[in-house]
């Protein structure tokens, strides 16, 4: 099993910038980490993810040329900037980890808390 705290969220006005880390702790996290977010009443959606050692990336098409995910190998944690933030990004945000079927679906093993990003109009 892995842990995984998200820390962070806060908020923020529409145009700003937030960084959301995750750290990571257990024997693996496997091949792929990802962020999630699940805005009240909604599913929860895909995010971004990042193949823990080649460091290719992946995003949704919402977060596509705002959001950046990146890795800190050292430290275990993976990260989330956030720029150009909208309203609509309002929700909260998840980390998780090894992950079992697609890498753009909630088919992840381990999953933080969450934590709460809010930005206003």
């Known amino acids: 099993q892995v842990q995984l705290v998200e820390s962070g969220g806060g908020l923020v006005q529409a145009g700003g910038s937030l960084r959301l880390s995750c750290a990571a702790s257990?024997?693996?996290?496997?091949?792929?980490m990802g962020w999630f977010r699940q805005a009240p009443g909604k599913e929860r959606e895909f995010v971004a993810a990042?193949?823990?050692?080649?460091?290719?990336?992946y995003y949704a098409d919402s977060v596509k040329g705002r959001f950046t995910i990146s890795r800190d190998s050292a430290k275990n944690t993976v990260y989330l900037q956030m720029n150009s933030l909208k309203p609509e990004d309002t929700a909260v945000y998840y980390c998780?980890?090894?992950?079992?079927?697609?890498?753009?679906?909630?088919?992840?093993?381990?999953w933080g808390q969450g934590t709460q990003v809010t930005v206003s109009s």
């Open positions: 998780a980890a090894r992950v079992y079927g697609s890498i753009f679906t909630t088919q992840y093993a381990d």
């Open positions: 257990g024997r693996t996290f496997g091949n792929y």
């Open positions: 990042i193949n823990w050692s080649g460091g290719s990336t």
